[in-house]
């Protein structure tokens, strides 16, 4: 089981504040850090000091960090379009050395696409750009060099591209997709991901999920065994119960809520729940941190739950 660490910016972040979460994540040993890609704060109006941009944060990281992998959950598919995209996240592959995911979804938050100017179409429009957009993004990538991408595409029509630049990974970054849609997302992951993952979702639901996602893996002819399985899940976590009570607080959550639909408790009660998420497939799984000040709680969590993984 590998733990990855999994941050809110839009809720409010600087980027030296994410740098911070970031490094403390790499000396810990923490298999990556990964940020939301969202313009507007949930719950309230402020989020000061305002929303970074996902792949502008990760181009810096990759500078600022040597080791430690950096993605999205997710990308929206409604901020790019997937050239563009596909040249960013390229782009910060190289920076990094190579160290770049790409998760993407279809984008769900009304509000921030209003708030911002972004075209918000249906959710029926929205899984088909996404389709035709996975299809383009992975398209440019493992064109060869030398030769010319083209796809005849609805909203996309991508024609005599030089598929340039190419990432460092090849054939191409992993790619994650997620989500509880029982047909059209197992669908897609089946194709297109590298990695499934369900945010914040029971073990019931996950294992539900899972076996949709290997269904339509077995229709294609893809061995589930090249996907890798994963989760979201709050982290809160304390020696005590004071501690675990003060850190709940910290975000505005109770801790028995947390115990039921996060992760949260003990070392010795973290240890456990991972062990039931292990048992219903999860491989990874990224600890959802909303206090980006304690990073106090990486360091308990890296010495206390880790070793017993």
Not at 114 to 131: H, K, M
Not at 174 to 194: E, F, H, N, S, V
Not at 248 to 272: F, H, K, Q, S, W
Not at 275 to 303: C, K, S
Request: net charge negative; glycine share 10%.
């Amino acid at each position: 089981m590998e733990l990855r660490i999994f941050t809110e910016p839009q809720q409010g972040a600087s980027y030296d504040q994410l740098l911070a979460v970031a490094r403390a994540a790499e000396d810990a040993g923490y298999g990556a850090f990964f940020r939301s890609d969202h313009y507007l704060k949930m719950g309230a109006v402020s989020g000061e000091p305002g929303p970074t941009d996902a792949w502008t944060t990760l181009a810096g990281l990759a500078r600022d960090t040597s080791r430690i992998r950096l993605g999205t959950l997710m990308t929206a598919a409604t901020f790019r379009l997937p050239g563009p995209l596909a040249i960013t996240v390229a782009q910060v592959d190289q920076m990094s050395g190579g160290r770049v995911e790409l998760g993407i979804g279809t984008g769900w938050y009304a509000e921030e696409h209003t708030a911002y100017g972004i075209p918000f179409p249906a959710l029926g429009e929205r899984f088909a750009r996404l389709e035709e957009q996975l299809a383009v993004v992975t398209g440019l990538w493992e064109t060869p060099a030398g030769k010319t991408f083209d796809f005849d595409g609805r909203y996309y029509p991508v024609a005599d591209s030089p598929a340039l630049p190419k990432p460092v990974q090849q054939p191409r970054p992993p790619i994650l997709l997620g989500g509880m849609g029982p047909k059209r997302t197992p669908r897609l992951a089946a194709r297109y991901a590298d990695e499934f993952n369900l945010p914040f979702v029971s073990i019931d639901d996950t294992v539900a999920q899972f076996g949709r996602v290997r269904e339509a893996c077995a229709e294609i002819g893809r061995d589930p065994a090249t996907m890798r399985w994963s989760n979201a899940l709050v982290l809160c976590c304390g020696r005590d119960e004071a501690e675990i009570a003060r850190r709940a607080a910290a975000i505005g959550r109770e801790p028995a809520e947390l115990r039921e639909n996060g992760l949260a408790g003990t070392p010795a009660e973290l240890v456990d729940k991972i062990g039931r998420y292990a048992q219903a497939g999860t491989e990874r799984i990224y600890l959802q941190l909303l206090d980006l000040a304690d990073l106090d709680h990486l360091e308990l969590v890296a010495a206390e739950v880790v070793p017993q993984l």
